[in-house]
């Protein structure tokens, strides 16, 4: 049993004697009723800090990157001729923080894009690949500019569509301009040098070595 499994499962036990008004509560109540099972309960509060994660961090280091190599983009944003909200579907479009799904199997043969996909086989999927397609985003598909066509499939798709995208864009709204509003920024290596993270299903780098200053006039509190 993994330490994340135990501490979660601790957290569940304290809701009995003590429910409040969050997510663990309202899956404790499941339990008692008999609607899911303690492993459930525990695995699905697994899911959605693993799925709440690395994500975020993902998308709030590609936002940098973004922002950092792009500072006629950052201008146009700090001059309030774009907003937050746009540079935030912008960011999730041009560099998705989930790259490729997880293995999907068809339940029976598909036929796509003229590719013939036999029932059981592994498919993967691409959530990057939309953002950057010139079919749909043109000839500056692969640029980054803060306020570009976002169509994007960066939260998936379906019924398996990303339960956290709201708090997700919440967050970003909230995290990108109490960042750049009060700090002045500058990559400390050459963007080329800025090392992807290793994997296959998420988007990221590895760190971003930067110079961090206070911006002048920039209120201490965030
Ligand atoms: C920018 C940040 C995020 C991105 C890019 C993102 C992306 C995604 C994607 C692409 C999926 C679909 C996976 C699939 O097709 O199987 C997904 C599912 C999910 N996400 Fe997010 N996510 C983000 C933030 C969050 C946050 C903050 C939470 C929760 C705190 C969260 C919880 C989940 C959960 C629980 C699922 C599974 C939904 C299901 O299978 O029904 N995500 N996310």
């Known amino acids: 049993m993994s330490r994340w499994w135990t501490c979660l499962a601790e957290l569940a036990e304290s809701k009995v004697a003590e429910p409040g008004d969050d997510l663990t509560s309202l899956l404790v109540e499941h339990r008692t009723n008999g609607t899911i099972t303690l492993d459930e309960l525990v695995d699905t ?3 959605v800090l693993a799925a709440g994660h690395q994500t975020t961090i993902n998308f709030f280091t590609n936002s940098l990157l973004a922002l950092l190599t792009h500072p006629d983009q950052l201008e146009l944003v700090r001059a309030g001729e774009v907003s937050w909200e746009a540079v935030t579907e912008s960011v999730l479009a041009w560099d998705s923080p989930v790259g490729q799904s997880p293995f999907r199997y068809p339940t029976q043969d598909i036929e796509i894009g003229g590719a013939l996909i036999r029932a059981g086989e592994p498919v993967m999927m691409s959530y990057a690949a939309l953002g ?14 803060a306020a570009r066509d976002t169509r994007h499939l960066s939260f998936g798709h379906g019924p398996h569509f990303c339960v956290g995208a709201p708090l997700a864009r919440l967050e970003a709204h909230i995290a990108l301009p109490a960042f750049f509003n009060r700090f002045d920024t500058e ?4 963007a080329k040098e800025v090392e992807p993270f290793p994997s296959l299903a998420l988007n990221g780098i590895r760190a971003l070595p930067a110079v961090i200053r206070p911006r002048a006039g920039a209120a201490a509190g965030v």
């Open 132 to 145: 950057r397609d010139p079919a749909h985003h043109g000839p500056l598909a692969a640029s980054f500019v």
């Open 187 to 190: 990559l400390a290596v050459p």
């Open 45 to 47: 509060l697994i899911l």
